[in-house]
């Protein structure tokens, strides 16, 4: 035998161990009962370790503390000064800090308008906007419309017309309605409005139109037109 087959029979030799331990038959790779074993527990260890990494990444993050903001709004005539965490809603500025519970959450998403209140002269899904982008802002809730001594003349149409039946739209509805008002004095055009060049007309499309943001579930609708209609002057009471 050569010098070179020599240590090709070592090499051989070597990797199958004690000769006499050998499984798997002759030549080849040789596997170990031992070597199978101890490779399936190093993956198991493996997979332990990549998972618990993975659950302890997903720990990790923290939520960041809430950034406050001060905030200075004028509501319902008063001046009210908040400290707010910018993500809060002007809904939510409205009825968990101020308690100014009549304005309604109804869907939270600008799908029902029972959360319509007046910034500025106009009408707003306050569940879609937020309180700090209101700085200064002039707004008239439900509160600030009328009391129950002196209901704003919307208010005492609602409840002369019977407009409403569980009553949590109407807060919206009302706010929503002297605004609709408001917009066609001004002549602002709304989807069913003809002509765009002469002011619109005070026409009962012309409202349920503009109304149409304004969802009631009692479907009062009906009553809450009439309303609209004995206040805009545009039909017999
Ligand atoms: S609560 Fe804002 S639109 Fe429904
Ligand atoms: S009165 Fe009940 S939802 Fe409008």
Do not use: W
């Not at 199978?36 to 960041?64: F, I, Y």
């Not at 319902?76 to 101020?98: F, I, P, S």
């Amino acid at each position: 035998m050569s010098n070179h087959d020599k240590k090709v029979n070592k090499e051989h030799h070597d990797e199958g161990g004690n000769g006499s331990k050998k499984e798997g038959g002759q030549g080849g790779f040789h596997l170990t009962r031992r070597t199978l074993l101890k490779a399936g527990s190093a993956t198991v260890a493996v997979a332990a370790v990549s998972s618990s990494t993975v659950l302890s990444a997903r720990e990790l993050p923290v939520t960041p503390s809430p950034a406050m903001s001060d905030l200075t709004m004028n509501v319902n005539g008063e001046k009210r000064q908040l400290n707010v965490d910018t993500r809060t809603t002007l809904l939510d500025a409205l009825r968990e800090n101020l308690h100014l519970t009549g304005t309604k959450k109804g869907c939270d998403h600008g799908q029902c308008g029972a959360c319509t209140v007046i910034v500025d002269g106009r009408r707003i899904n306050s569940c879609l906007t937020l309180a700090v982008m209101h700085q200064d802002a002039e707004i008239t809730t439900i509160e600030g419309l009328g009391t129950p001594e002196k209901l704003h003349p919307m208010q005492a149409a609602f409840v002369k017309h019977d407009g409403y039946q569980c009553g949590y739209c109407t807060p919206g509805q009302i706010c929503s309605s002297v605004a609709v008002l408001k917009e066609i004095e001004m002549g602002i055009p709304s989807h069913v409005t003809r002509d765009l060049v002469s002011p619109p007309p005070l026409t009962a499309d012309e409202i349920r139109e503009r109304m149409s943001g304004n969802i009631c579930r009692c479907g009062a609708y009906s009553n809450i037109l009439a309303a609209i209609e004995d206040v805009a002057g545009s039909k017999e009471s």
